[in-house]
């Protein structure tokens, strides 16, 4: 290891790299940096080496191809910022290669390919994270250790929802936006994934799940600007509402949706027999935002109000996102044990197909029946 750190290759140099990841870098100078990056457009790889560098960062070396960027004795580690259906292929080749891995989600499109890579990354010796970053997140880690010390009760229900048009309707996205709206995307892989991994971080694993779902709009007009004209012909659910049983009484409800012009409902809320928990979707993606917290009081002038309660301390970054390489650092420096494993990834993707299933099939799905 350098003085700069570990090393890291980013694998993916388009809009989460320039607008997320690479400023994210910026508060781990000194235990970790960019020290190769590759695109195959090698444009897009020269701009983020360029904006790192206008950040105060060192310059990385623009590999001319993956084999270069895995073969460099330099990299250490990848962050994996490749669109979706290249995630598994690039994961593997990367863990082959003896380098460990940060894969933005999903970590594969099939169970079993996932079982694959946490196979050999176990076999190798190597890291295997997993986004999205939720549960690394201050917020979350403070709000894990309420709950479980009893905040709320016993937590019985969590609903949640992240609805919006989708990224053709973003009019500051910078990618190409047809492949959230492709069957290997979709609305759950791509936003339902953030609540579905808040729900099962915070109470635990689902066992069954139904779901409802279809394509409502079917054409999408691109409003990007420089995209203009460029029409989306939508082929996965852009609404899908899920159910899932959590055992023992507790249940979770989602909505996952690029259908939803707009909407005021919170990002998520958990209720217990002794209190609510609510999230705003304004805040979702601070690390450090409060919460909206009401705890029942039974007595008979017992008050009873919202309140806010806010994690202790303060980050170093200023996006949840971000939360993801920074964790990833620390489990390489052997400074905290993995949160976002790709266990954890894996039984989130085992609920999204479970929910593709029942959709086709019409009933409840046991999450330990999906195999494919
Ligand atoms: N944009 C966001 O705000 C955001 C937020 C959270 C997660 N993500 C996730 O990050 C990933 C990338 O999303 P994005 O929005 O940056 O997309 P993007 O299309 O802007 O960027 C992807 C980049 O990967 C490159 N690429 C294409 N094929 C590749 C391959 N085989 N190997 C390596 N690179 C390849 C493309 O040329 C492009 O520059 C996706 O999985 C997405 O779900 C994005």
């Given amino acids: 290891?350098?003085?700069?750190?570990?090393?890291?290759?980013?694998?993916?140099?388009?809009?989460?790299?320039?607008?997320?990841?690479?400023?994210?870098?910026?508060?781990?100078?000194?235990?970790?940096?960019?020290?190769?990056?590759?695109?195959?457009?090698?444009?897009?790889?020269?701009?983020?080496?360029?904006?790192?560098?206008?950040?105060?960062?060192?310059?990385?070396?623009?590999?001319?191809?993956?084999?270069?960027?895995?073969?460099?004795?330099?990299?250490?580690?990848?962050?994996?910022?490749?669109?979706?259906?290249?995630?598994?292929?690039?994961?593997?080749?990367?863990?082959?290669?003896?380098?460990?891995?940060?894969?933005?989600?999903?970590?594969?499109?099939?169970?079993?390919?996932?079982?694959?890579?946490?196979?050999?990354?176990?076999?190798?010796?190597?890291?295997?994270?997993?986004?999205?970053?939720?549960?690394?997140?201050?917020?979350?880690?403070?709000?894990?250790?309420?709950?479980?010390?009893?905040?709320?009760?016993?937590?019985?229900?969590?609903?949640?929802?992240?609805?919006?048009?989708?990224?053709?309707?973003?009019?500051?996205?910078?990618?190409?936006?047809?492949?959230?709206?492709?069957?290997?995307?979709?609305?759950?892989?791509?936003?339902?994934?953030?609540?579905?991994?808040?729900?099962?971080?915070?109470?635990?694993?689902?066992?069954?799940?139904?779901?409802?779902?279809?394509?409502?709009?079917?054409?999408?007009?691109?409003l990007i600007p420089d995209r203009e004209g460029q029409v989306i012909d939508v082929t996965a659910p852009d609404h899908l509402l899920i159910h899932l049983d959590l055992g023992d009484n507790r249940f979770a409800q989602v909505l996952s949706s690029f259908a939803t012009p707009r909407s005021k409902a919170p990002a998520l809320e958990i209720h217990g027999d002794a209190g609510t928990i609510s999230i705003s979707l304004e805040s979702w993606y601070e690390p450090d935002a409060p919460v909206d917290l009401w705890q029942r009081d039974e007595r008979p002038d017992g008050m009873e109000r919202w309140t806010q309660a806010a994690p202790p301390g303060s980050s170093r970054i200023s996006h949840q996102i971000q939360a993801g390489p920074e964790h990833f650092v620390a489990v390489l420096e052997g400074a905290e044990p993995p949160i976002l494993t790709a266990e954890h990834a894996t039984h989130v993707l085992s609920i999204i197909l479970a929910a593709a299933r029942s959709m086709e099939e019409g009933c409840a799905v046991d999450v330990s029946r999906v195999v494919e």
């Fill in 1 to 222: 290891m350098s003085e700069r750190g570990i090393g890291l290759g980013i694998i993916g140099c388009g809009d989460v790299a320039l607008r997320t990841y690479g400023p994210g870098l910026a508060p781990l100078a000194g235990r970790a940096a960019a020290v190769a990056v590759y695109d195959p457009d090698p444009t897009r790889a020269e701009r983020l080496a360029a904006e790192l560098e206008a950040l105060g960062l060192p310059r990385p070396a623009v590999a001319p191809t993956l084999d270069a960027l895995l073969a460099d004795s330099d990299v250490a580690a990848v962050l994996n910022l490749s669109p979706a259906p290249f995630h598994h292929e690039t994961n593997v080749a990367s863990l082959q290669a003896g380098k460990h891995v940060f894969s933005e989600k999903p970590l594969a499109g099939t169970l079993a390919d996932a079982q694959a890579a946490i196979d050999l990354a176990h076999e190798r010796g190597l890291a295997l994270l997993c986004a999205p970053a939720v549960m690394a997140t201050n917020r979350f880690r403070w709000l894990k250790a309420q709950i479980d010390a009893g905040w709320l009760g016993r937590p019985t229900l969590a609903t949640g929802q992240m609805a919006s048009m989708g990224p053709a309707a973003w009019r500051e996205y910078k990618g190409d936006p047809a492949v959230f709206y492709g069957p290997s995307v979709g609305p759950a892989l791509d936003l339902g994934v953030y609540i579905l991994h808040a729900i099962t971080g915070l109470l635990g694993p689902a066992r069954r799940v139904e779901a409802f779902g279809g394509v409502s709009i079917p054409r999408r007009n691109v």
